[in-house]
């Protein structure tokens, strides 16, 4: 009876543990969405009035302007596709996000994102890496948080704007370097993205 017991509370623990990863996993799609679509611009050279740096000599001439008002805009439509999609697999997620506001939300995920990639790039700055570029000293831990770095920025912004549970913002920030290196790859075959990191 305690081994049928333990097998039944094993299984029920696993689907729990899936149903946090998918949650964490459909809360990224806004960002997946964004990001894709701020690559077009960027690869076809749209609003390329934007494209002044922020800060050349911080952060590098990679960060421009028009990253800045771009990736907001464009998250807004993944922000509308989740609140369209989630009625249909509501049973299999832990959150709602139908009463947020898709405007606000996709504009702060969008404003977390390239906001939180600002003290990466001054740091490879400093260390004198050119923009697009890892420095030598501990590369491994800069291309770790060059995936992981957003992923906090666009789950702050979820922290702020939503009751979504702390454990399932958590699982997110750690799944997010995953999702990143699989989508940045994905750009990369679609020619989207000079690097595939």
């Not at 989630?86 to 404003?111: C, D, F, K, R, Y």
């Not at 704007?161 to 075959?189: H, T």
Request: charged share 10%; glycine share 8%.
């Amino acid at each position: 009876m305690t081994l049928f017991a333990l097998l039944g509370f094993g299984q029920s623990v696993f689907k729990h543990f899936l149903v946090l990863i998918g949650t964490a996993l459909f809360l990224t799609l806004p960002i997946v969405v964004g990001g894709t679509l701020h690559m077009v611009f960027d690869t076809k050279q749209w609003l390329n009035v934007l494209a002044v740096p922020v800060q050349e000599r911080w952060f590098g001439a990679n960060k421009t302007w028009r990253g800045f008002i771009v990736m907001p805009l464009v998250t807004i439509p993944g922000v509308w596709l989740i609140q369209l999609i989630e009625p249909l697999v509501q049973n299999g997620l832990l959150v709602s996000l139908q009463e947020s506001s898709t405007v606000i939300l996709g504009l702060a995920l969008g404003l977390g994102y390239v906001l939180l990639e600002l003290p990466n790039s001054f740091i490879k700055r400093r260390l004198g890496a050119v923009p697009g570029e890892n420095p030598e000293q501990c590369r491994y831990c800069f291309i770790l948080f060059d995936q992981l770095d957003s992923g906090i920025g666009f789950t702050l912004a979820y922290y702020l704007l939503s009751d979504i549970p702390a454990n399932i913002l958590l699982i997110q920030v750690a799944i997010f370097p995953i999702v990143a290196i699989i989508v940045k790859r994905g750009l990369y075959f679609f020619k989207l993205k000079n690097t595939y990191l």
